[in-house]
């Protein structure tokens, strides 16, 4: 059974930094699309970062390029998103999600998703 379970998240200042996790079970990294995604109370859920299934590109939404990094390790099958100089606009419930195959791996076209992680970057 596809499994994704994120963690890392919590209660930043301005600035700082977190890293989140996306743990993976019941199938390969390499075999699917992964994307970290956020959404925020209000707001629809929007792709903050992602690798393509098909050669492992990685992609970013221009809110996020320059301050946000993902990585993964395989032999871990963990996915990771590095954040840093964080801004009270990155506030969201963010979300890690897999699909074999999407148009573009920025785009909510995944059908597992795990069950979140709360990030609140506040003074």
């Known amino acids: 059974q596809l499994q994704l379970v994120e963690s890392g998240g919590g209660l930043v200042q301005p600035g700082g930094s977190l890293r989140l996790s996306c743990a993976a079970s019941?199938?390969?990294?390499?075999?699917?699309?992964i994307g970290w995604f956020r959404q925020a109370p209000g707001k629809e859920r929007e792709g903050v970062s992602c690798f393509d299934s098909a050669d492992g590109s990685t992609s970013y939404a221009d809110s996020v390029k320059g301050r946000f990094a993902i990585s993964r390790d395989n032999a871990k099958n963990t996915v990771y998103l590095q954040m840093n100089g964080l801004k009270p606009e990155d506030t969201a419930v963010y979300y890690c999600a897999a699909e074999r195959k999407v148009t573009h791996c920025l785009l909510p076209e995944y059908d597992y998703w795990g069950q979140g992680t709360q990030v609140t970057v506040s003074s």
């Open positions: 019941g199938f390969t990294l390499d075999d699917y699309a």
